[in-house]
Every structure is written in structure tokens, then in C-alpha cells.
């Protein structure tokens, strides 16, 4: 059975920092790429970030320069550190696995509030 389960969200003043964890299990961790998504209220999901199998990286150009993914092979383990955070980046995280065109997984979310 896989799960995905993010941690480390919560409440903040903009300007301060956040580090999501999100643990796999039930996967080969290696081989997926792992990504980073949100969803605001009334907002469609969308791409925060993403990780490769090889370690390459995309963001999203709202948050360039202020986030940061990563990943432990050894902990089945993405993150995601969010640097001068901001009102408009109040949505609630998800982490995503993905492999080839039909495994694809989602967790179930953790909500970060950014006031201001």
C-alpha cells in the first residue's frame, strides 16, 4: 500500500520560514520523481516544485529564490523549505510520486497560513 504523508505545515508571519516534510512508504523511493503542489481556496492545484530521480529540480517562478526541494533517497523522504514567505502562498501543500505515465500518488495534504 503506498502512502504519502506531509508534515510541517502550519501558521506563519510573512516573511518567516517553513520546512515541509513529506515520507513515503510502499514505493522505490529512487526511481520516482517527487514533486511539491498547492491549491489555494478557489485556486485550481498547482506546481510548487519537483525533483527528479537524478536530482534535477523546477520551480515554479512564483517561488524561485525562495524555495527549495529536496530529497533523501536513505529516509524516503521529500522536502520542501520555504524561505520569506508570503500571504499570497496560503494554500494547502501536496506531495506528489510519479513514475512513467500510470504511477502517479498523492498525499493528503498539509495547510499553510501566511498572514500578515
Known sequence: ???LVESGGGLVQAGGSLRLSCAA???IFSYYSLGWYRQAPGKQRELVARIGSGGGTNYADSVKGRFTISRDNAKNTV???MNSLKPEDTAVYYCNAKWGDSLDYWGKGTLVTVSS
Open 79 to 81: 522536502y520542501l523549505q
Open 25 to 27: 512508504s510502499g514505493i
Open 1 to 3: 500500500q503506498v502512502q
